[in-house]
């Protein structure tokens, strides 16, 4: 997977001297000693991040912990103090105003908190006005209007005014205006940390159904970890400015890593969140037998009686698993074609739902940055 974005050792400091700051920090000045001896604030603290082409990845962490810090500074809003931006593979923290600008119309577009409907323009456009401003000709900007509303299905809803919609409603005209523009990295801030519990869920569930047409790159923040792993392709969790954990969400409650990140995963719903594959057994085929491509025809253990059995696939949850599956009846994981990967011995069924060991997390390490 090539990565889009790569955010190297980025540093920001709100405050006088930023290079004065930078060398302290290098010899050993943390957050708090910086704030206490200079008044500056270190709102991003050497963080290292690849974002992947297609992915989602989430940047989680409380309030005050330097996500939407970090997020303006990769597309500069804000001007770090430290550190590089990847673009495709080139920096861009070395371009100019009017290059930075550019990149900011065609290439990285920022999604703000609620999505703010121009109230006198109807929906189709408020769908278009982004367009507007980056100078598409009427007719274009018409089609491609069109287009998204009808990807988030309102194409009866464009000679309305907003008021005339729900709140969901409206919400889904926000997406849709947000992702028409032909940008395809997307910095979304707490897009949908304002929304009611319901419409949000609907907003995470559309931006999911979207995704999977559009193939958009999204840097997605959010301080909610249930949210970070429903989108989540990957998860890069923050606190102090610094970056602590990166990973899949099942790598991540899996093996938070430290007591902090531990503090998050607890309570997870693990058999919506693992998969067939995160628990499989690959060392030994139990009873399956497997024809010549691969294909499981019988299960049947040397000199037993065969036995009927029920295939899953790599991808489905533990949750759907555990309805279907019966005592004594072995599992069979199989790929999209048909081919035995591994089983699931029971035990390590009941064991991935109810997380052995989940509660404490296995190395006391923090991730090292870059
Ligand atoms: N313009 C600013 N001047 C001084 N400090 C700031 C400024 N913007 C943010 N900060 C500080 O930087 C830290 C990170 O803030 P922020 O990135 O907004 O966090 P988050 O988005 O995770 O809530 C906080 O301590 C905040 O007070
Ligand atoms: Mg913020």
Not at 260 to 277: K, N, P
Not at 290 to 316: A, C, H, I, Q, Y
């Amino acid at each position: 997977m090539t990565d889009r974005i790569e955010i190297r050792n980025l540093f920001k400091i709100f405050g006088k001297h930023p290079e004065d700051s930078l060398r302290r920090l290098r010899e050993g000045a943390t957050k708090e000693t910086l704030l206490a001896e200079t008044g500056s604030v270190l709102g991003v603290d050497n963080v290292s991040l690849n974002v992947p082409k297609g992915s989602i990845s989430v940047i989680m962490g409380l309030s005050g912990s330097g996500k939407s810090t970090l997020a303006r500074c990769v597309n500069r809003i804000l001007e770090p103090d430290g550190g590089q931006i990847l673009l495709d593979g080139e920096d861009i923290t070395c371009c100019s105003p009017d290059q930075m600008r550019e990149i900011r119309r065609h290439r990285i577009s920022m999604v703000f908190q609620n999505f703010g409907l121009l109230p006198n323009k109807t929906v189709i456009e408020n769908v278009g006005f982004g367009l507007k401003l980056r100078g598409m000709s009427e007719r274009e900007r018409q089609r491609k209007a069109e287009e998204m509303l009808e990807v988030v299905g309102l194409s009866a809803w464009g000679s309305h005014l907003p008021a005339s919609l729900s709140g969901g409603m409206r919400q889904r005209v926000g997406l849709a205006r947000a992702l028409a523009t032909e940008a395809d990295v997307l910095i979304m801030d707490e897009a949908f940390s304002a929304l009611d519990p319901l419409i949000r869920s609907e907003m995470q569930d559309e931006l999911l159904r979207l995704q999977t047409r559009l193939h958009k790159t999204v840097l997605f923040i959010t301080h909610d970890f249930q949210e970070a792993l429903r989108l989540g392709t990957r998860i890069a969790i923050m606190a102090d400015g610094a970056l602590i954990r990166e990973g899949a969400p099942q790598e991540i409650v899996e093996d938070p890593r430290s007591e902090y990140v531990a503090g998050f995963t607890r309570g997870v719903d693990r058999a919506r969140l693992f998969d067939a594959q995160s628990i499989m057994r690959t060392d030994e085929r139990d009873g399956f037998r497997l024809d010549k491509k691969g294909r499981v025809e019988s299960w049947r253990k040397e000199g037993g009686p065969s036995m009927d059995f029920m295939t899953v696939n790599l991808e489905d949850k533990l949750i759907e698993i555990a309805r279907r599956a019966r005592s004594g009846r072995p599992i069979a994981v199989i790929d999209d074609t048909g081919r035995f990967c591994g089983h699931i011995p029971q035990d390590a069924l009941l064991a991935g739902i109810a997380g052995a060991g989940d509660a404490t997390p296995k190395s006391e390490t923090k991730e090292p940055v870059a």
